[in-house]
């Protein structure tokens, strides 16, 4: 299993570009999440996934759209990049409902905006 | 949501016990106590979680305090690998997995050789 894969590894965007992060998943989990960590904080939510087809804002969605294309992808999209989204950004996909607590995290996509 | 508080730094000797706090003293009743680690320049990890009594596994031990107002993630032999952020977040029980995980900036441990 590759558990949870995100493309590309690193980004570099011009301010007003637009990207899309994606985020794959092979464990069959139901539920998925995209993090944003700047440098020296902890992790805070933009948007989650509770189940395919649903999709909720999280801590910090302004600036961001999400996509559940699938049960396996869920995918990140910056319309129009600004510096303050510079960022690394994790997804990650856990089973709701299930007593499965852990959430698996991706390896990170480390984004500037210049 | 409930907050948790821990210490920005410590610093721990390689293959000597390494004991982690954390507090939460808003904790309620439903609240899990999740404990992930990072690796640098990777995606966190699960540890380990508990409700009210103390848990083991393969990676650490989780020590709850009776009140569950503070809690104490246990590494029993540190290793140069576990050097990391050590996050301590609270997570609502819904239905039978947390709800959403709020991280704060959790412990930057380092292990001397």
């Known amino acids: 299993n590759a558990g949870v894969t995100q493309t590309p590894k690193f980004q570099v965007l011009k301010t007003g570009q637009s990207m899309t992060l994606q985020c794959a998943q092979d464990?069959?989990?139901?539920?998925m999440y995209w993090y944003r960590q700047d440098p020296g904080m902890g992790l805070r939510l933009i948007y989650y996934?509770?189940?395919?087809?649903?999709?909720d804002k999280g801590e910090v969605p302004n600036g961001y759209n999400v996509s559940r294309l699938n049960k396996r992808e869920f995918s990140l999209r910056l319309e129009s990049a600004a510096p303050s989204q510079t960022s690394v950004y994790f997804c990650?996909?856990?089973?709701?409902?299930?007593?499965?607590?852990?959430?698996?995290f991706g390896p990170g996509t480390r984004l500037t905006v210049t | 949501d409930a907050k948790t508080t821990q210490p920005n730094s410590m610093e721990s000797n390689e293959e000597e016990p390494v004991h982690l706090p954390c507090n939460h003293s808003t904790i309620s009743g439903t609240d899990y106590i999740h404990w992930y680690r990072q690796l640098p320049s990777q995606g966190p990890e699960y540890v380990i979680h508990g409700l009210t009594s103390n848990v083991n596994n393969r990676m650490a031990s989780l020590a709850i305090a009776e009140d569950r107002k503070s809690s104490t993630l246990i590494l029993h032999r540190a290793t140069l690998r576990d050097a990391a952020v050590y996050y301590c977040i609270l997570g609502r029980d819904y239905g039978g997995s947390q709800g959403n995980l709020i991280f704060g900036k959790g412990t930057k441990l380092s292990v001397k050789p």
């Open positions: 464990m069959n989990h139901n539920s």
């Open positions: 990650a996909s856990t089973s709701y409902g299930t007593g499965v607590y852990e959430q698996y």
């Open positions: 996934s509770a189940s395919e087809g649903t999709t």
